[in-house]
Nanobody, 117 residues
Framework: QVQLVESGGDLVQPGGSLRLSCAAS????????MGWYHQAPGKQRELVAR???????NYADSVKGRFTISRDNAKNTVYLQMNSLKPEDTAVYYC???????????WGQGTQVTGSS
């Protein structure tokens, strides 16, 4: 079974930085799309950033210029470098991957990010 292992969430002051990691394993095909979503209390889950296997990326307007998504295909790992964190970035961040060939979608358990003083 495919497993996603997330790490990196923490409590940081506004203006601080974090780096989230998500390691995907258990697939015989690998993954096409890998990305991060977040969900704040009382709000819908929404896309933060996404990266395709060929390197193409998408970002939410709210994080452009502050967050950078990257991936290591050899390790099946996706990263989210978060700089200049704001209180409004506070949310649970979920890793999402789409498997090649099967097009199955997998979600991580989420990691809490809090940008507050």
């Amino acid at each position: 079974q495919v497993q996603l292992v997330e790490s990196g969430g923490d409590l940081v002051q506004p203006g601080g930085s974090l780096r989230l990691s998500c390691a995907a394993s258990g697939s015989i095909f690998g993954f096409n799309s890998m990305g991060w979503y977040h969900q704040a209390p009382g709000k819908q889950r929404e896309l933060v950033a996404r990266i395709i296997r060929d390197g193409r990326t998408n970002y939410a307007d709210s994080v452009k210029g502050r967050f950078t998504i990257s991936r290591d295909n050899a390790k099946n790992t996706v990263y989210l470098q978060m700089n200049s964190l704001k209180p409004e970035d506070t949310a649970v961040y979920y890793c999402k991957t789409m498997e090649v060939v099967t097009s199955k979608t997998y979600w991580g358990q989420g990691t809490q990010v809090t940008g507050s003083s």
